[in-house]
């Protein structure tokens, strides 16, 4: 499976920015797809995800008010959108995928940078 992100940019604070990815390959071999970041100097931490079957999704409680994350199982593709965008957002944000029998990530994108201006 190869991941590709985009949507990233620079944006103020409180502005809004909509991230996507979009899956090639054995897609039908996907489980579930999720976004990760990574600030400056932290480690990578979890965002969100969804199931390619059924549609569950589940956001971080630190976002969760904020982040929307949804799914286009035709091209196939999963979006993030993120709103109210606080300084404390500005990362690398990655794309990830696992098949079914693996609960590791094993697919991941080469990352969008989002910068959010105070």
């Known amino acids: 499976v190869q991941l590709v992100e985009s949507g990233g940019g620079l944006v103020q604070a409180g502005g809004s920015v909509q991230l996507s990815c979009e899956a090639s390959?054995?897609?039908?071999?996907?489980?579930?797809m999720a976004w990760f970041r990574q600030a400056p100097g932290k480690e990578r931490e979890f965002v969100g995800l969804i199931s390619s079957r059924g549609g569950s999704s589940h956001i971080r409680d630190s976002v969760k008010e904020r982040f929307t994350i949804s799914r286009d199982n035709a091209k196939p593709a999963i979006y993030l959108q993120m709103n109210n965008l606080k300084p404390e957002d500005t990362a690398v944000y990655y794309c990830?995928?696992?098949?079914?029998?693996?609960?590791?990530?094993?697919?991941w994108g080469q990352g969008t940078q989002v910068t959010v201006s105070s």
């Open positions: 390959g054995r897609t039908d071999t996907i489980y579930a």
């Open positions: 990830a995928s696992r098949p079914e029998w693996n609960n590791d990530y094993d697919s």
